[in-house]
């Protein structure tokens, strides 16, 4: 149906444009879009077959080149263009146009590159520059533009934006593009466009064309314009290129080869100056010296000058100033750092320049002395006033308020007349009437000067003057003092010396008086005067006139007790000086009908209706001495109580107790003591009128006291009774050991025993004897442990290895109370060991009396002593006295008598040696040592030896012949308690509490049962823990 509608249509149309159906020859057109001369690879073209008068039939179109996507329509968008010939025809009710002419496209295979070029590539100053894109045989483009590799917007001059001005330098390129969709070209070539920025300015450093040798010199290439543009700058000197590319040029020590015109450009982030203007250097060849000027060298009072420091032909100095060679600052007068300063003290000043910016000096300017007018000085006296005496010591002292330590030459002036006198003061040791004048002064110094002082008058009398003493009254009133002036008449500047009774008086300066003591107040009596003084040395008046000055009366008391008491005796005395033998008139008050008119008032048993306050006065002729001070008498009702105490209630052995009497009130006190010896009988007196209320007493009984004073005597009641007892004599403890011969290692006991309540208190203190190396005595040492003592009256000793001896005592109570010390006792040992050793010689079993024996000690000390205990005598010495040196540390018996005994050695360091025990029996001696190891075996031969040898020869030699054994002191026995000692010793006992100090015990008596020692006789310190023996 709707191809015979397009049909019958085609029909109409046909008839009406070609006259009926006759075929008309149509040849169509082919129409390119867009109208591109150059096609590219990759662009899209669009084909239109139009018919000239074709209507708006309904046409079929054909298109050649045929291909699978040629269309049937009149429009073929060819995407991607292809080179070739094309055409096309139309076709509608079986008739068909002509075919068009072929359109010939040529498509370029390259992609087509965009061309830019800058006309010029320098902008000028304020100026720009065209940039104009395009691209070779093509058209219809629009551009796009890029600066630094950034697309930018630039203003074109025509649509296309093909042409642009740019003000700005930079690295330009350009792309252009067309079509839709759209096709790019290639992006031009860069093109760096330099922007022309305004010329550098070179800054000299130092400012100023004049430079000098040796100078740092910088020269800096100063851009106004360019922001943080990073420059490169170029420098000519003399138009000749520099190899510098810094924007500062340095010569750090410049000279005349230096000299010359220097410019500067700089390019940099497409930006480039011009060339500089040129800035000239001139180097001097020498170092430059600063100038200094003052406008007024002399400055006027409180005013000041200027000084101006410069250096010739150069700027940009700062300036150093210099006042008497030391460095100087003032006020700056100017905006060039202190060129010109104020100055207003005189001295020497200088100046010198120096660079900015640099250490560069010049030289120092030649000095100006500048002098100060400082204000006149004042002309001083000494003494102050215009009035002096013949012989006096006048100084005039020049003295200026303003200089500081300036050192002053002076100029002094008499009657206006010039004075050679230089410095400031003008002293005349002795003056006289041709010194008066009128006197004045200037002075100048370190660039000072003041003008001439006011002048000061100086009169000088002839004459010594007198001092003038005056007094406002001559009796001093009761509590109050009187005022005494001294004066000179026309003149000052006195020191007064005040004498009483012709003794130089000091008292204090009256308050007011600006003279030195000049006005005293004085509240003693006695002759005053006074005399002036001045001046040094001193110069003095003659003494003034004397004035005697008496006090008012004095009430006393006699006695002069604070208080009274009922029933005594008081005499009051109005005392007043005597005033040459005149007789003074006495009034007394209170008054009554006993008041006497002379000057003692005697009161016999006061009562207290006497207490009261007590006046008297004085008079003679006119004069009265007013009433004295009052003088208060108290009586007590109460008679007082004597009060007596005691320093202990029980003398202790050989000691005694202080009895102290004291009265509470009251003074001028003397004692009476008595003594009670039992209850039946009567006190008795033992000490009467004693000043001092203390008494030492050393016998047991009861005691009293009391106070006695006056005349007649007014007595205290009697103290109560204080009773003391006496004290027996300190105990002495017994010491026994056990055993006394130990075991090698076994242990001894100590017991302090014999006292009497033995559990009451005590501590025990055990001592180890110590031979004395000064003495033939022993030092005693606390054992370790036993310092504060044990509360057990026994001690153990552990294995004990060497032979001692031993000591105890006791004490208690605070302060302690120690007994006497024990005897000593000694623990023997047969142990020999390397400090000290003992042996016998020769070493062997038998023995006769006329054969001797040699006991050797030896170990670490030369200095020894033998020591022998026996039953009869008391520990000695055996022919070796002393703590000589021994032959051979050897002790020699040359006859075997009574020598039974035990045996040691005793070295100078206080080692104690083994013990051996030499027994005598009869004419053989046998002795047995601790060296011999068949001991029991020789035992044996021994005895029967002995019985045979007794058989023998009793007959023959029995008085002469004797034997000794010696036994070794390792065979201890627990019942054997040693031999008894009786040797007198000598000793020193070693006290708990002290290290240091020992007791000196003198002989004592040998127990002949025992071998202990006895004190006989002991002075103790009051606390020791140790002392050093002496003989």
Same mark, same amino acid.
């Given at each position: 149906?709707?191809?015979?509608?397009?049909?019958?249509?085609?029909?109409?149309?046909?008839?009406?444009?070609?006259?009926?159906?006759?075929?008309?020859?149509? $040849?169509?057109?082919?129409?390119?879009?867009?109208?591109?001369?150059?096609?590219?690879?990759?662009?899209?073209?669009?084909?239109?077959?139009?018919?000239?008068?074709?209507?708006?039939?309904?046409? %079929?179109?054909?298109?050649?080149?045929?291909?699978?996507?040629?269309?049937?329509?009149?429009?073929?968008?060819?995407?991607?263009?292809?080179?070739?010939?094309?055409?096309?025809?139309?076709?509608?009710?079986?008739?068909?146009?002509?075919?068009?002419?072929?359109? *010939?496209?040529?498509?370029?295979?390259?992609?087509?590159?965009?061309?830019?070029?800058?006309?010029?590539?320098?902008?000028?100053?304020?100026?720009?520059?065209?940039?104009?894109?395009?691209?070779?045989?093509?058209?219809?483009?629009?551009?796009?533009?890029?600066?630094?590799?950034?697309?930018?917007?630039?203003?074109?001059?025509?649509?296309?934006?093909?042409?642009?001005?740019?003000?700005?330098?930079?690295?330009?390129?350009?792309?252009?593009?067309?079509?839709?969709?759209?096709?790019?070209?290639?992006?031009?070539?860069?093109?760096?466009?330099?922007?022309?920025?305004?010329?550098?300015?070179?800054?000299?450093?130092?400012?100023?064309?004049?430079?000098?040798?040796?100078?740092?010199?910088?020269?800096?290439?100063?851009? $106004?314009?360019?922001?943080?543009?990073?420059?490169?700058?170029?420098? *000519?000197?003399?138009?000749?290129?520099?190899?510098?590319?810094?924007?500062?040029?340095?010569?750090?020590?410049?000279?005349?080869?230096?000299?010359?015109?220097? /410019?500067?450009?700089?390019?940099?982030?497409?930006?480039?100056?011009?060339?500089?203007?040129?800035?000239?250097?001139?180097?001097?060849?020498?170092?430059?010296?600063?100038?200094?000027?003052?406008?007024?060298?002399?400055?006027?009072?409180?005013?000041?000058?200027?000084?101006?420091?410069?250096?010739?032909?150069?700027?940009?100095?700062?300036?150093?100033?210099?006042?008497?060679? =030391?460095?100087?600052?003032?006020?700056?007068?100017?905006? #060039?750092?202190?060129?010109?300063?104020?100055?207003?003290?005189?001295?020497?000043?200088?100046?010198?320049? *120096?660079?900015?910016?640099?250490?560069?000096?010049?030289?120092?300017?030649?000095?100006?002395?500048?002098?100060?007018?400082?204000?006149?000085?004042?002309?001083?006296?000494?003494?102050?006033?215009?009035?002096?005496?013949?012989?006096?010591?006048?100084?005039?002292?020049?003295?200026?308020?303003?200089?500081?330590?300036? =050192?002053?030459?002076?100029?002094?002036?008499?009657?206006?007349?010039?004075?050679?006198?230089?410095?400031?003061?003008?002293?005349?040791?002795?003056?006289?009437?041709?010194?008066?004048?009128?006197?004045?002064?200037?002075?100048?110094?370190?660039?000072?000067?003041?003008?001439?002082? #006011?002048?000061?008058?100086?009169?000088?009398?002839?004459?010594?003057? /007198?001092?003038?003493?005056?007094?406002?009254?001559?009796?001093?009133?009761?509590?109050?003092?009187?005022?005494?002036?001294?004066?000179?008449?026309?003149?000052?500047?006195?020191?007064?010396?005040?004498?009483?009774? #012709?003794?130089?008086?000091?008292?204090?300066?009256?308050?007011?008086?600006?003279? &030195?003591?000049?006005?005293?107040?004085?509240?003693?009596?006695?002759?005053?005067?006074?005399?002036?003084?001045?001046?040094?040395?001193?110069?003095?008046?003659?003494?003034?006139?004397?004035?005697?000055?008496?006090?008012? &009366?004095?009430?006393?008391?006699? &006695?002069?007790?604070?208080?009274?008491?009922?029933?005594?005796?008081?005499?009051?005395?109005?005392?007043?000086?005597?005033?040459?033998? %005149?007789?003074?008139?006495?009034?007394?008050? &209170?008054?009554?009908?006993?008041?006497?008119?002379?000057?003692?008032?005697?009161?016999?048993?006061?009562?207290?209706?006497?207490?009261?306050?007590?006046?008297?006065?004085?008079?003679?002729?006119?004069?009265?001495?007013?009433?004295?001070?009052?003088?208060?008498?108290?009586?007590?009702?109460? /008679?007082?109580?004597?009060?007596?105490?005691?320093?202990?209630?029980?003398?202790?052995?050989?000691?005694?107790?202080?009895?102290?009497?004291?009265?509470?009130?009251?003074?001028?006190?003397?004692?009476?003591?008595?003594?009670?010896?039992?209850?039946?009988?009567?006190?008795?007196?033992?000490?009467?009128?004693?000043? #001092?209320?203390?008494?030492?007493?050393?016998?047991?009984?009861?005691?009293?006291?009391?106070?006695?004073?006056?005349?007649?005597?007014?007595?205290?009641?009697?103290?109560?009774?204080?009773?003391?007892?006496?004290?027996?004599?300190?105990?002495?403890?017994?010491?026994?050991?056990?055993?006394?011969?130990?075991?090698?290692?076994?242990?001894?006991?100590?017991?302090?025993?014999?006292?009497?309540?033995?559990?009451?208190?005590?501590?025990?203190?055990?001592?180890?004897?110590?031979?004395?190396?000064?003495?033939?005595?022993?030092?005693?040492?606390?054992?370790?442990?036993?310092?504060?003592?044990?509360?057990?009256?026994?001690?153990?000793?552990?294995?004990?290895?060497?032979?001692?001896?031993?000591?105890?005592?006791?004490?208690?109570? @605070?302060?302690?109370?120690?007994?006497?010390?024990?005897?000593?006792?000694?623990?023997?040992?047969?142990?020999?060991?390397?400090?000290?050793?003992?042996?016998?010689?020769?070493?062997?079993?038998?023995?006769?009396?006329?054969?001797?024996?040699?006991?050797?000690?030896?170990?670490?000390?030369?200095?020894?002593?033998?020591?022998?205990?026996? @039953?009869?005598?008391?520990?000695?010495?055996?022919?070796?006295?002393?703590?000589?040196?021994?032959?051979?540390?050897?002790?020699?018996?040359?006859?075997?008598?009574?020598?039974?005994?035990?045996?040691?050695?005793?070295?100078?360091?206080?080692?104690?040696?083994?013990?051996?025990?030499?027994?005598?029996?009869?004419?053989?001696?046998?002795?047995?040592?601790?060296?011999?190891?068949?001991?029991?075996?020789?035992?044996?031969?021994?005895?029967?030896?002995?019985?045979?040898?007794?058989?023998?020869?009793?007959?023959?030699?029995?008085?002469?012949?004797?034997?000794?054994?010696?036994?070794?002191?390792?065979?201890?026995?627990?019942?054997?308690?040693?031999?008894?000692?009786?040797?007198?010793?000598?000793?020193?006992?070693?006290?708990?509490?002290?290290?240091?100090?020992?007791?000196?015990?003198?002989?004592?008596?040998?127990?002949?049962?025992?071998?202990?020692?006895?004190?006989?006789?002991?002075?103790?310190?009051?606390?020791?823990?140790?002392?050093?023996? *002496?003989?």
């Amino acid at each position: 149906m709707g191809h015979i509608l397009l049909c019958v249509l085609g029909f109409f149309w046909f008839n009406a444009h070609f006259a009926g159906c006759a075929e008309v020859s149509i $040849k169509p057109s082919v129409i390119q879009h867009p109208k591109w001369t150059q096609i590219y690879k990759g662009e899209q073209v669009t084909l239109t077959c139009e018919i000239q008068g074709g209507g708006g039939a309904e046409w %079929t179109y054909e298109w050649r080149p045929a291909n699978e996507n040629s269309p049937m329509t009149n429009e073929w968008r060819i995407i991607p263009a292809v080179s070739g010939d094309y055409s096309c025809r139309a076709e509608k009710d079986d008739n068909k146009t002509e075919w068009s002419e072929a359109l *010939r496209l040529t498509v370029s295979t390259d992609k087509p590159r965009a061309t830019l070029t800058a006309d010029p590539t320098i902008i000028p100053a304020v100026g720009s520059t065209t940039l104009t894109c395009s691209v070779d045989g093509s058209d219809d483009w629009k551009f796009e533009w890029f600066r630094d590799d950034e697309p930018v917007q630039l203003r074109g001059t025509n649509e296309q934006q093909s042409d642009v001005s740019v003000s700005d330098g930079g690295v330009y390129s350009c792309r252009g593009r067309r079509g839709d969709p759209v096709y790019q070209t290639e992006e031009s070539e860069e093109v760096s466009v330099l922007k022309t920025v305004s010329k550098p300015t070179v800054i000299l450093q130092p400012r100023g064309s004049v430079v000098y040798k040796g100078e740092k010199v910088t020269l800096r290439c100063e851009i $106004k314009e360019g922001g943080r543009t990073q420059w490169t700058n170029e420098w *000519r000197k003399n138009n000749r290129n520099i190899q510098r590319r810094s924007s500062e040029y340095s010569i750090n020590e410049v000279s005349e080869y230096h000299s010359g015109v220097y /410019r500067c450009m700089a390019t940099g982030d497409h930006q480039q100056t011009e060339w500089s203007d040129g800035i000239t250097l001139t180097v001097k060849p020498y170092k430059p010296r600063a100038t200094l000027t003052a406008d007024i060298r002399i400055i006027p009072l409180e005013g000041s000058t200027t000084l101006t420091c410069s250096v010739d032909e150069s700027d940009d100095w700062k300036f150093d100033w210099f006042r008497n060679d =030391q460095q100087y600052s003032a006020a700056r007068g100017n905006r #060039d750092p202190n060129r010109v300063i104020y100055v207003s003290a005189g001295g020497e000043y200088s100046c010198r320049g *120096r660079r900015k910016y640099s250490s560069f000096q010049t030289e120092i300017s030649d000095k100006i002395s500048v002098v100060k007018i400082v204000p006149k000085p004042t002309v001083n006296r000494q003494p102050s006033g215009s009035v002096v005496y013949k012989g006096e010591k006048v100084t005039l002292r020049c003295e200026i308020k303003e200089g500081g330590r300036t =050192q002053w030459t002076n100029e002094w002036r008499k009657n206006n007349r010039n004075i050679q006198r230089r410095s400031s003061e003008y002293s005349i040791n002795d003056v006289s009437e041709y010194h008066s004048g009128v006197y004045s002064c200037m002075a100048a110094g370190d660039h000072q000067q003041t003008e001439w002082s #006011d002048g000061v008058t100086l009169t000088v009398k002839p004459d010594k003057p /007198r001092a003038t003493l005056t007094a406002d009254r001559t009796i001093i009133p009761a509590g109050g003092s009187i005022t005494l002036t001294c004066s000179v008449d026309e003149s000052d500047d006195w020191k007064f010396d005040w004498f009483r009774n #012709d003794q130089q008086y000091f008292a204090p300066r009256f308050r007011g008086n600006k003279d &030195p003591f000049r006005v005293i107040s004085v509240s003693e009596r006695g002759l005053y005067s006074c005399r002036g003084g001045r001046g040094n040395p001193v110069f003095h008046t003659e003494t003034s006139n004397i004035q005697k000055i008496v006090s008012a &009366p004095t009430v006393k008391r006699h &006695p002069s007790w604070p208080v009274v008491f009922r029933g005594e005796t008081v005499t009051l005395r109005c005392e007043m000086e005597d005033d040459e033998g %005149t007789q003074w008139t006495y009034q007394w008050s &209170p008054a009554n009908r006993n008041s006497p008119t002379s000057n003692e008032y005697r009161i016999n048993s006061v009562s207290e209706s006497d207490s009261g306050s007590y006046y008297c006065r004085a008079s003679k002729g006119d004069q009265n001495s007013g009433w004295s001070f009052p003088f208060p008498l108290t009586v007590k009702s109460n /008679r007082p109580k004597a009060s007596l105490t005691a320093s202990d209630n029980i003398i202790p052995a050989g000691g005694r107790v202080t009895l102290t009497c004291l009265i509470d009130i009251g003074v001028g006190w003397k004692f009476d003591w008595f003594k009670l010896e039992s209850d039946s009988s009567a006190a008795q007196s033992i000490r009467t009128s004693e000043s #001092d209320g203390v008494l030492f007493i050393s016998e047991g009984g009861e005691y009293g006291c009391r106070g006695g004073r006056g005349d007649p005597v007014f007595y205290t009641e009697t103290s109560g009774k204080v009773t003391i007892e006496k004290r027996a004599s300190r105990p002495q403890p017994v010491l026994s050991v056990s055993p006394s011969w130990p075991n090698p290692g076994a242990s001894v006991t100590l017991s302090c025993e014999g006292l009497e309540l033995q559990s009451a208190g005590w501590r025990f203190f055990w001592y180890k004897a110590v031979p004395n190396p000064i003495s033939s005595s022993y030092s005693f040492e606390l054992l370790p442990n036993t310092i504060n003592g044990t509360e057990q009256n026994s001690f153990i000793i552990n294995g004990p290895t060497q032979t001692a001896g031993y000591q105890c005592r006791a004490g208690r109570g @605070e302060p302690k109370f120690y007994t006497r010390d024990s005897e000593v006792k000694f623990v023997w040992s047969a142990d020999s060991h390397p400090a000290a050793s003992l042996s016998v010689s020769p070493d062997r079993v038998q023995h006769f009396i006329d054969q001797s024996v040699t006991l050797n000690c030896s170990g670490n000390d030369t200095k020894w002593r033998v020591k022998r205990f026996t @039953e009869s005598t008391s520990p000695s010495y055996v022919q070796c006295f002393n703590w000589e040196m021994m032959s051979g540390s050897s002790c020699t018996i040359n006859r075997l008598e009574v020598h039974s005994g035990v045996y040691w050695c005793e070295s100078g360091s206080g080692e104690f040696s083994n013990a051996v025990n030499i027994t005598v029996q009869g004419t053989v001696s046998s002795p047995v040592s601790s060296s011999f190891p068949g001991m029991l075996i020789v035992r044996l031969l021994v005895v029967i030896t002995l019985g045979f040898l007794l058989l023998l020869m009793m007959l023959r030699c029995r008085q002469y012949l004797w034997c000794f054994r010696s036994k070794a002191s390792s065979q201890s026995s627990t019942t054997n308690q040693g031999p008894k000692l009786g040797e007198s010793q000598v000793y020193s006992s070693l006290l708990h509490g002290d290290a240091s100090e020992y007791e000196s015990i003198q002989p004592a008596t040998m127990n002949s049962k025992s071998n202990s020692f006895k004190n006989v006789k002991m002075q103790r310190p009051t606390d020791f823990s140790s002392k050093t023996s *002496r003989i």
